[in-house]
């Protein structure tokens, strides 16, 4: 790495070492978006101040990234990201509006027809060979749809209650509550976390860690343990649940509007459109 990549990576770890805006997802995505700019700034143009930034250095990254086959969801989300950081930073110049900087680049429209992310079966191999705390986890995203993070967040309590009347409360994105009947291992899971822990605490994250910490064990366990070539996540597993619990419904005579309204319920996000997503495999 080069000295003028490293000046701007510190400038990106600088911005996210004093904010807690968002969640830790978004945050750790966030990151992840303004440290790759800085790689390519630093390669490119030799940039050394991120309160530089113009529209020239935007307008070469989506050409970099159309030409490495990134989808417009890709894209946006990157420059979303970008646009964040270069708020935070305060640049000498301001950008061009999103909108207009986006339809003057064709980065086009996030595609709603779906794309395959569930795991194959010998993606799921993986779950049986994690350690104890991971595997888990990921068997609770596996057979109750819950993101990484949601898995992380439940406690002593919810747990208690959730073997009492076999629902799971959920907070999900934006604080929005939804209840999940449990169904699989997540039962059996729920128990044996119970008998390590002590009231107050939370299943799967140990007292002296912290949770972004916990789910980075997660996500780097996925990353260094699937098969190759594969690039499956933690989040497939949430897709692999939509579809099951989508042909499960459909079996039991529900039509195709109720069994995905009834998917958008379990998944805790109400809009079809992204039901269709979840559901890609299916096509």
């Keep these: 790495m080069g000295s003028t990549e490293k000046t701007l990576m510190d400038q990106v770890r600088a911005v996210f070492r004093h904010t807690r805006q968002g969640s830790i997802r978004t945050r750790e995505r966030y990151r992840e978006a303004g440290q790759r700019l800085a790689k390519f700034l630093g390669a490119q143009f030799q940039l050394k101040n991120l309160r530089n930034l113009q529209d020239k250095h935007l307008e070469a990254y989506v050409r970099y990234m159309q030409a490495n086959g990134r989808t417009p969801a890709h894209i946006k989300t990157e420059l979303s990201a970008i646009r964040w950081i270069a708020d935070q930073v305060g640049l000498k110049r301001p950008l061009e509006d999103a909108r207009t900087f986006n339809l003057r680049m064709n980065i086009g429209r996030r595609s709603f027809r779906g794309h395959d992310r ?24 596996r057979d109750l749809g819950l993101r990484i993070h949601e898995a992380h967040r439940i406690d002593v309590a919810h747990a208690r209650q959730a073997l009492v009347t076999n629902v799971l409360e959920v907070k999900g994105k934006g604080g929005l509550i939804r209840h999940v009947p449990l169904r699989g291992e997540a039962r059996e899971v729920l128990g044996r976390a119970l008998r390590h822990a002590r009231p107050g605490e939370k299943l799967f994250v140990a007292p002296d860690v912290k949770t972004h910490e916990a789910i980075r064990e997660v996500q780097d366990y996925i990353r260094h343990h699937r098969p190759s070539g594969s690039t499956v996540t933690a989040h ?28 958008s319920e379990l998944l805790g996000h109400h809009r079809e459109e992204v039901t269709d997503i979840y559901l890609g495999s299916l096509r």
């Design 118 to 141: 569930t795991w194959k079966a010998e993606e799921l191999r993986i779950i049986d060979e994690a350690p104890d705390r991971i595997r888990s986890v990921l068997i609770l995203a």
């Design 236 to 263: 497939g597993l949430r897709h692999g649940y939509a579809r099951d619990r989508y042909l499960e419904f459909r079996e039991a005579g529900l039509s195709d509007k109720e069994a995905k309204a009834r998917v």
